[in-house]
């Protein structure tokens, strides 16, 4: 390491990691991202709601993404690689120091840009990592394997690339991670979301999804089976994208969402965290009317920075 690198390195584990590590010894979740795939603001958007976003920088969001940490083990883990890579990793070394905690796995759930496309920032033309395990199912994998740039990574052995097979779980010291397969646009993969279940707690991730009523699973008997469900909330509902059918869009809109959910209580409805929010989603503004009214309803909105203890 070149000295001034790890006077830097230094320096932010005495400023963050510290405070980070202190805070509990048992796994969490933090939440690194938040938007759908191109982010907040979107690439060629200026509308109205999107001005905002360019105009004050506090206020953008990252794709959406998610990380484990284990301060016990000294382990943490990343799901989604997602086009703010950069950004999102100098995140997680904040939270977790890289001399104090090992990126022990990328896991992924499809091969929709904003999932994978920041695998591209281990190659060698960037970060050139060495041997960083990515996990993913065998459609993804293949793709990865058998198409470029990804094929470059591998060749390079900047990513060793780690198989993973539908409802059978991934164990590590204190985490256990299981992918199951959900309908979504499969292009090219499969498409998954993730059981990732801690010491104390368990927590479902599903950023992307069709609508519930195309999958054999009822959304609330799932949400009721863990402590947090992190899922898709790509549109919060009808009309949001002018001019188009939205119900040939795949995704639950979050009032379709709720509407499934209704039936659980205060309790259980608080176990729900929407994420992967379109720009054009009112829920990534704090103040809509909307999301004082998700969160009035006893759900939350995830928010970059939140940590789940696991």
Not at 229 to 257: C, K, N, W
Request: charged share 20%; net charge negative.
């Amino acid at each position: 390491m070149k000295p001034l690198a790890g006077i830097i390195a230094v320096f932010i584990c005495i400023l963050y990691g510290s405070a980070a590590v202190a805070q509990t010894d048992e796994p969490y979740i933090h939440i690194l991202g938040v938007a759908q795939d191109a982010g907040y603001p979107q690439i060629g958007c200026y509308a109205e709601h999107c001005l905002p976003g360019w105009i004050d920088p506090s206020l953008r969001r990252g794709a959406t993404s998610i990380a484990v940490i284990n301060p016990d083990s000294g382990q943490k883990f990343l799901f989604e690689a997602t086009p703010n890579l950069p950004a999102q990793l100098y995140a997680l070394d904040l939270e977790a120091p890289n001399e104090q905690f090992q990126l022990a796995g990328v896991f992924l759930t499809h091969a929709h840009i904003g999932h994978y496309a920041g695998l591209m920032f281990f190659g060698h033309e960037a970060m050139s990592a060495a041997d960083q395990p990515v996990y993913a199912m065998p459609r993804m994998l293949s793709f990865l394997e058998n198409n470029g740039p990804w094929s470059q990574l591998v060749e390079f052995e900047n990513i060793r690339l780690e198989a993973l097979q539908d409802r059978q779980a991934m164990s590590f010291t204190g985490i256990d991670v299981t992918p199951f397969l959900v309908p979504h646009r499969d292009e090219f993969s499969e498409t998954v979301g993730y059981e990732i279940a801690g010491p104390n707690k368990k927590a479902l991730f599903i950023p992307d999804i069709n609508k519930w009523s195309m999958w054999d699973t009822d959304l609330a008997a799932l949400v009721r089976s863990v402590d947090y469900a992190l899922i898709d909330a790509t549109f919060y509902g009808d009309g949001e994208l002018p001019g188009r059918d939205m119900s040939q869009v795949p995704h639950p809109f979050v009032s379709e969402s709720m509407a499934a959910l209704s039936a659980l209580s205060n309790e259980e409805r608080a176990k729900v965290w929407f994420i992967h929010f379109n720009h054009t989603n009112p829920l990534l503004n704090a103040e809509s009317d909307e999301s004082k009214f998700v969160r009035s309803e006893g759900y939350n909105v995830a928010a970059e920075g939140i940590r789940l203890p696991l």
